[in-house]
């Protein structure tokens, strides 16, 4: 298994497999159905606006900022970061057709404190 960040190193093989991970019908997971409850109840975001977010995500196929692979190269994680509105980005975690998770993030965080370690660089 790999572990690769944008800033790292990611080839253009790995982004072009993303869109397989969320083109079909996607199973929510435990972890992000609880996630999701906490941001109706603090942010008035509700199951309708994530579903936008995961249809823009669709059609626009942005590049992802973090992806896992399998030991034969395939990606089998991707973690996506969007804007949500002027002072935060909302990131998803996808694995194939499920949603693992997700979170609110400041729009501002330039990720200085990123630990480079973790992540594979071939």
């Known amino acids: 298994m790999g572990l690769y960040h944008k ?3 990611m080839t253009s093989d790995m ?3 993303c869109p397989s991970l969320y083109c079909e019908k996607l199973e929510e997971s435990q972890h992000f159905l609880s996630r999701s409850k906490s941001f ?3 942010y008035a975001f509700d199951k309708r606006h994530f579903d936008e977010v995961i249809q823009d995500i669709r059609d ?3 590049n992802p ?3 896992a692979t399998d030991c034969n190269g395939k990606v089998i994680k991707c973690c996506i970061r969007v804007p949500f509105d002027e002072y935060r980005d909302l ?3 996808f694995g194939k057709n499920k ?3 997700c979170w609110f993030n400041s729009n501002s965080d330039n990720h200085l404190t990123l630990d ?3 992540y594979d660089r071939s």
């Open 7 to 9: 800033d790292v190193y």
């Open 15 to 17: 982004i072009k497999q």
């Open 65 to 67: 900022f973090e992806i």
């Open 40 to 42: 109706v109840e603090k």
């Open 91 to 93: 990131c998803v975690v």
């Open 116 to 118: 480079e370690s973790k």
């Open 99 to 101: 949603i693992i998770t």
């Open 60 to 62: 626009s196929k942005p």
